[in-house]
């Protein structure tokens, strides 16, 4: 005799309960009832019970399988109040239909990096007018009256520096390099004439078309060493942007020259002045 049907603990989970219709388990489960003495039904006693998703034997023809009851329902919840509804967001303007216009970039400028200036003439006047300003310095060195300078180191050495003739003696030597610092002054004129020539020079190359001129600001080496420095590097810079610029370099080099040889020749005559001067104060 088969075991009837109704709800039995589940063999797969003991935490619940599964409808046996009589012949075999369904798929119908439901949590356990909380055990208790009055409620918990006893369970059928059965030779062999059908495990789960195995097939019970067959029921004799005739009879019915009852219909498995439907399941406990669970209690209603109380229904939540519905929130107030809000207030939508206002409606936006669409993107426009072709899209966004593009917006590119612009190219980045191109780098020169040829001559900025083929065949530009370099020979301005500034240049030449330069490099004589900077020569005229020489000349001073004629312009100092050593003869005075000597008489006067004779008379210093001759005399006692407490007499009319010493105190006469002291005044021209003081007078003498008054005249030397003038001089001096005058040669920093001409340097600075030299800067000033520089500079108008560059300007220049500019508006002839030189993108990058030797920067006129290596002329105030002058004040210290030689406006060379700025005539050299005008000329590699000139050569490079124009082709040409080697005039102004040449003509410097001349000068150069030619204040040597005026050294020389002033060497010579000073020389000549001094052994006068000292033969005189000798025999005086």
């Given at each position: 005799m088969s075991t009837p049907a109704g709800w039995y603990p589940d063999p797969a989970d003991a935490s619940r309960t599964r409808w046996w219709d009589g012949s075999r388990w369904t798929e119908h489960t439901t949590d356990a009832p909380a055990a208790t003495a009055?409620?918990?039904?006893?369970?059928?006693?059965?030779?062999?019970?059908?495990?789960?998703?195995?097939?019970?034997?067959?029921?004799?023809?005739?009879?019915?399988?009852?219909?498995?009851?439907?399941?406990p329902a669970a209690p209603p919840y109380a229904s939540t109040p519905a929130y107030p509804?809000?207030?939508g967001y206002p409606s936006q303007g669409g993107y426009p239909q072709g899209g966004y216009p593009s917006q590119g970039y612009a190219a980045a400028p191109a780098v020169a990096t040829g001559p900025s200036a083929p065949g530009a003439n370099t020979n301005t006047l500034w240049?030449?007018?330069?490099?004589?300003?900077?020569?005229?310095?020489?000349?001073?060195?004629?312009?100092?009256?050593?003869?005075?300078?000597?008489?006067?180191?004779?008379?210093?050495?001759?005399?006692?520096?407490?007499?009319?003739?010493?105190?006469?003696?002291v005044a021209a030597m003081l007078q003498w390099?008054?005249?030397?610092?003038?001089?001096?002054?005058?040669?920093?004129?001409?340097?600075?004439?030299?800067?000033?020539?520089?500079y108008l020079d560059w300007r220049e190359l500019k508006k002839r078309g030189v993108a990058r001129p030797f920067h006129w600001a290596f002329a105030f080496i002058a004040l210290a060493l030689?406006?060379?420095v700025y005539i050299i590097g005008r000329t590699v810079v000139l050569k490079r942007e124009t082709g040409s610029g080697m005039a102004a370099l040449w003509a410097w080099i001349g000068s150069i020259?030619?204040?040597?040889?005026?050294?020389?020749?002033?060497?010579?005559?000073?020389?000549?002045?001094?052994?006068?001067?000292?033969?005189?104060?000798v025999t005086s």
């Open positions: 009055s409620s918990t039904p006893a369970t059928p006693v059965a030779p062999e019970r059908p495990r789960f998703g195995e097939y019970a034997p067959v029921a004799e023809p005739g009879g019915a399988a009852p219909a498995a009851p439907a399941a509804s809000s207030g240049i030449y007018l330069c490099i004589v300003a900077s020569t005229l310095p020489v000349f001073t060195l004629f312009f100092i009256d050593w003869n005075g300078y000597v008489d006067a180191l004779v008379s210093m050495e001759s005399v006692s520096p407490n007499s009319a003739a010493g105190s006469e003696a390099t008054g005249g030397v610092l003038g001089l001096s002054l005058l040669s920093y004129v001409f340097l600075a004439a030299s800067i000033v020539f520089a030689s406006i060379g020259v030619l204040s040597i040889l005026i050294g020389v020749f002033w060497f010579m005559w000073f020389w000549q002045q001094m052994v006068s001067a000292l033969s005189l104060s």
